[in-house]
């Protein structure tokens, strides 16, 4: 793998960790907020939990495995798995959102699936 695709992919990873805590953190304690919405109000706490707990452990997997390079092919997975995660909630926030705009989940959640993708696929095919 080249040095800027590895580069590339470190601030990727970065930037999808940082943004995939914060999503998960938000959806464990805040459902509250989450309720509000059509698509929060579409599952139950209970789902959003177990969704918000995927997002913190594979935030933290595209991290550490590559850096400690222990295990480092569990970052791959984490990605290709938020990955899925990402589009499978844009399925239902295309479902219950009514506008597009600028803070519609959907928008966010494709781009974050796209990206994690990215990293999922630099990752495992920049591997001899």
Do not use: C, D, H
């Amino acid at each position: 793998m080249t040095r800027p695709m590895n580069v590339l992919l470190w601030i990727v990873q970065a930037l999808l960790a940082l943004m995939y805590f914060a999503g998960g953190a938000y959806k464990i304690f805040s459902f509250g907020e989450l309720a509000k919405m059509p698509a929060g109000a579409a599952l139950p706490q209970g789902a959003w939990v177990a969704i918000g707990l995927l997002e913190m452990v594979g935030a933290f997997l595209l991290i550490v495995p590559a850096a400690t390079r222990w295990k480092p092919m569990l970052t791959p997975i984490a990605a290709a798995v938020l990955a899925v995660e990402s589009f499978t909630l844009a399925i239902l926030y295309a479902r219950y959102s009514l506008e597009i705009a600028a803070t519609n989940p959907l928008i966010w959640a494709v781009v974050l699936g796209a990206l994690a993708a990215f990293v999922a696929y630099g990752r495992s095919a920049g591997r001899p």
